[in-house]
């Protein structure tokens, strides 16, 4: 039956830097208990995680980076949502950071910004000042598997633990998706 360790080895964080892209190595303090798992990089995608490895897709949350605008101004922030919802960036998300318009990054901006592979950007380790919107499911999922940084890996932790990073906060910002 799936679950959030699936079928993966997984060890303590800190002890694996190697399987860490360097921003989130660097702030691994902020989330002692973190784990670490090797995986294929061909399935970092979540379905294709979820599958290979066991992983239950409510147990898996995606981080999405977003670039809020208003005038000249222009503000990003992590968007973390379980895979089985999606998060309202038009609405709630918007909203929140006060933005006239808003959008999903740029590949090459997303990657430039945080320093993290494309499909394995997390909200460990973002830029100083960025807002981290943790949807209120995955906070309450208990261990939930995120990107390590790297598409290579995974890191597990639990929902609380994403609120301590900088930046955190609460919020509904999601619904289950159809």
Same mark, same amino acid.
């Given at each position: 039956m799936p679950s959030a360790r699936g079928t993966l080895d997984w060890s303590p964080a800190a002890a694996h830097p190697e399987l860490l892209a360097a921003p989130v190595a660097a702030a691994l303090g902020v989330v002692p208990r973190a784990l670490v798992a090797p995986i294929d990089p061909t399935h970092a995608?979540? $379905? !294709?995680?979820?599958?290979?490895?066991? &992983? @239950?897709? $409510? !147990?898996?949350?995606?981080?999405?980076? &977003? @670039?809020?605008?208003?005038?000249?101004?222009?503000?990003?922030? @992590?968007?973390?949502?379980?895979a089985t919802h999606r998060a309202d960036v038009n609405g709630v998300v918007r909203r929140h950071l006060g933005a006239r318009k808003i959008s999903f990054a740029a590949h090459d901006d997303a990657v430039g910004r945080t320093q993290m592979e494309f499909g394995g950007i997390t909200p460990v380790g973002l830029p100083e000042g960025w807002p981290v919107l943790v949807d209120d499911a995955v906070a309450s999922a208990?261990?939930?598997v995120i990107g390590s940084g790297l598409r290579r890996s995974k890191l597990l932790l639990t929902g609380e633990d994403l609120l301590t990073l900088p930046g955190a906060e609460r919020l509904a910002l999601a619904q289950p998706a159809g």
């Open positions: 995608d979540t $379905a !294709a995680f979820c599958t290979a490895y066991d &992983v @239950a897709m $409510a !147990a898996s949350a995606n981080c999405v980076v &977003v @670039a809020g605008r208003r005038g000249d101004v222009t503000t990003y922030a @992590a968007v973390m949502v379980l208990g261990e939930v």
